[in-house]
């Protein structure tokens, strides 16, 4: 029985969790290729396909793969062959952005035609293409891709800059990607600066994986790999190219500093066994150009999950093979098609005693999120955070405080869509984004008695960019997250509070005066906490003409208390409402049935107007 918290059955739970169906579909629109790539694997490991199943035709978008297309933001066309070659491409390509795709492609640029670039621009039907160039000279390309043209694929570059300038569009942006190896490795420079001359935004280099007929070419660890990347970081500044290093060993890190992102995908040293950091059993899914749903592309023909001339994706997806890979990848059994693989990074697991009541969301290897978001962002301050994809989830270590902050937004266009706060599956409260009126937003929690919290936030509803007018992507959104931490000390509670106290919670807007008293409005719902000595809540609240009868819901840690109404007359009134048994705190959730709005100027939607709170021993009559 393993003692690291990721193979805990709690992390387990999570992870076997069916999420929603994949939001990113890597498409493999034919198998056949135009080139023969010393390091692609068709060349190691060649497959025998039926004529039939060599590419995907028009009329699988409508039928085998219409609900995966319905449901994702984002389709890639990837695999192991040439889209160029693909005789009915433009027609796929139409049908994909006639869901409101994010379209992303690789080729390998040698095909291409001024009839297909000119549609492919004018009509917009990609996002982004990805051209490999592995070489600075003509001699080193057609050594590595055997069958192809470097100056013919240089051409089709400058082709292709000159058509978006001609017809005045952006699309497709343009990336390079270089594998790099010891053939190569001296010319990545050349690349960068053949990069700015045709008009690509940025080089990315690829760790190779060898294949029978690349073994030895790795650089990895090689004693010149590190100068040729920092020379190559000074030519990418000089010529405002951006350079990225993916699949790199840990000799790469010091790049950090010089490149837009330098991913490690080489086992650090560490004397516990390893976690693989993968998401793509949980957000995309990689067909094959015979419809076969595989895990990913980069485990060549391992991990099948299925078929969708045999199933739906709805049983591929939340099938009893994708349910296992999910339990094992992310725990320290990582399956053995997964060990072997070069571009995911692997981290140290951590001890249960090791999880932290503090979590950064913008790290980069977070052992304690669960499900639903993204890879990290930064914001135009420098802050990092990540998007959540709607419902999702993540682990603090319950140090028995009262109070969870979250640093967290929403987007400033956003519905003002109501969420649900959970821990260890409890409904702890109910928000918009509105009501998000300080950062740290802070939420009074009842006691619990686990080692580990499992934080949940869900949505009632997403929203995308495209939804509101911000731009193209469908890639459904929830909340921006930057941390989240266990707050606040249950004996330092006092039995008494007022309204600029630092034991409320959430929903009070800033002080002000009523009848010479400081008094604070509150949204809709508002939390505080008070010590566990008494059994007794007296609510102070002041009543005016636009809350006179209105009624008020109190909650104790989670447990209704009563209904309770204002007073008519206006004034300040007390409340008094029975608590339950004592326990660590009493954390107190008020929630008002009715809200109202200032004026047109204020668009507040205000609940009643607090004056203080007291805890009181109540004392029972015979």
């Known amino acids: 029985m393993s003692d690291f918290f990721e193979d805990s059955p709690l992390c387990r739970r999570q992870r076997e969790a069916d999420p929603p169906l994949p939001r990113v579909v890597q498409l493999e629109l034919t198998a056949d290729c135009n080139l023969r790539c010393r390091f692609c694997p068709l060349q190691s490991e060649p497959r025998e396909r039926r004529a039939e199943a060599r590419r995907i035709e028009p009329d699988d978008l409508r039928t085998h793969l219409k609900t995966l297309l319905e ?26 952005k006639s869901h409101r795709l994010t379209i992303n492609a690789t080729s390998n640029g040698t095909l291409w035609t001024a009839e297909i670039l000119e549609a492919l621009v004018g009509e917009e039907l ?39 300038r001609w017809l005045g569009r952006d699309k497709p942006r343009l990336h390079l990607s270089f594998i790099s190896t010891r053939e190569n490795l001296n010319e ?33 660890g090689a004693d010149e790999e590190q100068p040729v990347f920092a020379t190559a970081a000074a030519v990418a500044r000089a010529n405002e190219v951006r350079l990225e290093f993916w699949y790199q060993s840990q000799a790469a890190r010091p790049l950090a500093g010089a490149a837009e992102k330098v991913q490690i995908t080489a086992p650090p040293a560490a004397r516990r066994p390893l976690v693989k950091q993968c998401g793509y059993p949980w957000e995309r899914v990689f067909v094959k150009s015979d419809l076969t749903v595989q895990a990913c592309a980069t485990v060549w023909e391992k991990l099948i999950m299925g078929n969708l001339r ?42 249960d005693f090791e999880i932290s009541e503090h979590l950064e ?152 005066t009523a009848l010479g008293a400081g008094a604070r409005w509150t949204g809709g719902r508002f939390s505080f906490v008070l010590p566990r000595a008494g059994n007794e809540l007296r609510l102070g609240v002041q009543t005016v003409a636009a809350t006179a009868g209105s009624a008020l819901t109190v909650f104790d840690n989670g ?27 009493h954390a107190v959730q008020v929630v008002c049935e009715k809200t109202w709005q200032p004026g047109e100027r204020d668009r507040r939607r ?11 021993r109540r004392r029972w009559r015979r």
């Open 71 to 96: 449901n994702a933001y984002e389709a890639e066309l990837t695999g192991f062959g040439e889209i160029f070659c693909h005789p009915r491409l433009l027609d796929i390509l139409r049908q994909l």
């Open 126 to 164: 990609l996002d982004l293409i990805c051209v490999s160039l592995d070489a600075g000279y003509p001699e080193t390309y057609a050594r590595l891709r055997v069958g192809g043209d470097m100056e013919k694929v240089l051409g089709n570059l400058l082709l292709l800059d000159k058509i978006k």
């Open 188 to 220: 990545l420079p050349l690349v960068i600066g053949l990069a700015k001359r045709v008009g690509a935004e940025k080089v990315i280099v690829q760790g190779l994986y060898e294949n029978e007929s690349m073994t030895g070419q790795s650089t990895a």
């Open 310 to 351: 045999e199933s739906t994706i709805e049983e591929i997806w939340r099938g009893p093979r994708y349910r296992e890979l999910r339990g094992r990848l992310g725990g320290t059994a990582t399956p053995a098609e997964c060990r072997p693989c070069p571009t995911k990074p692997w981290r140290v697991p951590r001890y």
């Open 361 to 512: 969301f913008g790290d980069p290897t977070p052992s304690q999120l669960g499900t639903g978001f993204y890879e990290p962002e930064t914001d135009e301050t420098g802050g990092a955070f990540r998007w959540s994809s709607g419902a999702c989830s993540f682990f603090l270590r319950n140090t028995n405080r009262p109070f969870l902050e979250l640093r967290l937004a929403a987007h400033p266009q956003a519905p003002d869509l109501p969420f649900v706060l959970r821990v260890n599956g409890v409904a702890i409260d109910l928000f918009t984004p509105r009501e998000l009126i300080d950062l740290p937003t802070r939420f009074a929690l009842p006691p619990f008695s686990e080692e580990i919290l499992t934080i949940g936030i869900e949505p009632a509803a997403v929203y995308t960019p495209d939804q509101l007018g911000v731009g193209g992507s469908r890639r459904p959104l929830g909340l921006l997250y930057y941390s989240a931490a266990l707050t606040g000390d249950p004996d330092l509670c006092r039995s008494r509070i007022s309204t600029t106290d630092d034991q409320l919670a959430r929903g009070f807007f800033p002080p002000e």
């Open 559 to 585: 447990e209704s208390c009563g209904r309770f109404t204002l007073p008519e007359k206006p004034g300040p009134h007390e409340l008094r409402v029975p608590l339950a048994a004592p326990v660590l705190w």
């Open 606 to 616: 205000l609940g009643v107007l607090f004056r203080g709170a007291s805890l009181r």
